[in-house]
């Protein structure tokens, strides 16, 4: 099933701002602060130079001053923002409701790391990653695949557990699907994701409300409900 969102919905849903866990998974390793902070450093040095071979005024310098020195802190904002926006410029987006259909684990090449072993050999060292494959589809015959990092609580996830997501489309009655969020599975209060597109707690109510809803009146045999939330 899928049920339409207002605008005001989706937009409270996926922010226009990075919220914490966005931050947090652009962030990254502190390899990632590391290379941040050198930037900083060296726009800084860079203002510094400027500064003294041109004679400019100290507000010029002040200005894009405080942009280079915190470029560590709020890079981060932005790289979340600009993901975000993407989502946003879809102009309509719908609750779904389905279960998984099927489930599989893959590996996926990440990267290659050259590098020299004892005996002075060139070594190509694969830097893979184990990855969770879900197919996701309801009664209509609708369904999507997703990808995601394998994490040790994914176990608990098996066909026909209820799963439920926000989709993304430029059509009004949501017929061509052209993007769609992380996954939740409410059973286990689990979710699947790569990046974490949602404001989980305005997902969640958004999530019980319907599920109230759904207890209260019969089953209908579409798999689109008429009206928004």
Not at 1 to 17: A, D, G, N, S, Y
Request: glycine share 8%; proline share 4%.
């Amino acid at each position: 099933m899928i049920v339409p969102l207002t605008r005001q919905k989706f937009e409270q849903i996926i922010p226009l701002i990075a919220s914490g866990p966005q931050y947090k998974y652009y962030w990254g390793k502190f390899s990632n602060f590391l290379q941040r902070l050198l930037i900083s450093v060296v726009t800084m040095a860079v203002l510094l130079l400027i500064q003294f071979l041109f004679r400019l005024e100290f507000g010029f310098i002040f200005f894009f001053g405080v942009f280079g020195a915190f470029f560590w802190l709020w890079y981060p904002i932005l790289q979340a923002s600009i993901r975000n926006g993407k989502c946003r410029r879809y102009k309509y987006s719908g609750f779904f409701r389905g279960r998984v259909l099927d489930w599989w684990i893959t590996d996926r090449l990440m990267g290659k790391q050259e590098t020299v072993n004892s005996k002075g050999e060139l070594v190509i060292i694969e830097n893979r990653e184990k990855r969770i494959n879900l197919e996701i589809g309801d009664e209509t015959g609708f369904s999507v695949e997703f990808e995601a990092p394998l994490r040790p609580a994914h176990k608990a996830i098996t066909r026909g557990q209820i799963a439920e997501m926000v989709v993304m489309s430029n059509r009004s009655d949501l017929s061509t699907i052209e993007e769609f969020s992380d996954i939740y599975i409410p059973s286990r209060d689990l979710w699947v994701s790569d990046y974490p597109y949602l404001r989980r707690d305005f997902f969640n109510e958004v999530s019980m409300r319907l599920r109230g809803n759904q207890e209260r009146r019969p089953r209908r045999r579409s798999g689109r409900q008429g009206g928004r939330e």
